[in-house]
């Protein structure tokens, strides 16, 4: 759902940028209450996963393809406020190194593939953990209801926002049908794609998994030869078990985020995602406009003067997961040592 320049007029993309602004501001801020030391390094893969992860396209009807947005996955495994945050270093990655998302649309991208995204999904999944039992399977159907929703949601929002600013004589009616119904499909990937990595995740270092926290094995004393439960007031749950180390989870995610975009893209639908065919049935691209960074080396997933077409998809995705890995990781260690930098005992002492 990455808009290019020319969709959206100047002013709507001016407000939408503003709005995108203070949503990362305010993002940053709310990080640090998100990020430690242990969560620091997975949130800087997560963005690294998206990316891979959305250069896999698949095929969601005649002619249409999907692939992730990756909203709702940040927000369950890194926290709301942290998920904002990788999803816009990816849409960031993206726009610059990779001609992919206007330059001048990157407010509107921010907005509803970042912004509305994450809110919508923490909400959806927040809400249903607090009437499901209490469970890991819990949070993977959690994930997979919030996942499937925040699609079509952020659909909504681009025809919102393309009814307030879009360049083209459109009938909002038939693109809001369009838009939300190609969604819903591309929503079912979505939440396949999330479920399935949250319930990995989970199954291995449920302590590393934002929207699992609280979730643990009740404890219980035996009195009079009977086990029982002790009071909620009483203490809090055990942490669930860690199966593997942080080290081991990092690597095995990198790994798979590199085997994904280098080797696993190749055989990527071609066909164009929902927006693009939603704007070229609907006349909605008439005034497309040449990306700014179309003579980026890695303009359109490629690397420049490689020829044979695998080879270079292949190192364009290695070289993109390597650079937004790099990326997340340097803005989120910044947000995590700024968190202790205001519990220092001098900023204590300063209050």
Known sequence: MHV????????????TGVVAAGAIAVSLR???????????????????????????????????SGHLLGGALAAILVGPFTGVLCVSVVLLMQGILFADGGLTA????????????TVVAYAVFRGLLRILPRGRRSVTVASFAAALLSVPAAALAFTLVYAVGGTTEVAIGKVVTAMVGVHVLIGVGEAAITALTVGAVIAVRPDLVYGARGLGQRLRLRVHGELV??????ARPAPLAARV?????????LVTSLVLAG??????????????????DKGIDRKTEE????????????????????????????IGVGVTVVAGSTVFWAVRRRRGAD?????????
């Open 4 to 15: 290019p320049d020319g969709f959206i007029n100047a002013p709507t993309s001016a407000v």
């Open 30 to 64: 709310g990080a640090r209450r998100e990020l430690d030391e242990r969560t620091a390094p997975l949130a800087g893969l997560v963005a690294a996963f998206i990316f891979a992860v959305q250069m896999l396209n698949f095929p969601v009807a005649a002619g249409t």
């Open 106 to 117: 990157l407010g509107v991208n921010i907005t509803d593939m970042a912004l509305v995204t």
């Open 229 to 234: 439960d002790v009071p909620a007031e009483g």
């Open 245 to 253: 180390s942080r080290r081991t989870l990092w690597a095995t995610g």
């Open 263 to 280: 080797f696993v893209s190749f055989y990527a639908s071609a066909d164009p995602d929902g927006l693009e065919k939603v704007a070229a």
């Open 291 to 318: 990306h700014a960074a179309a003579d980026s080396p890695l303009a359109d997933y490629g690397v420049e003067d490689v020829d044979d077409s695998r080879l270079s998809g292949g190192l364009a995705g290695v």
């Open 343 to 351: 519990a220092s005992p001098t900023a204590v002492e300063n209050v």
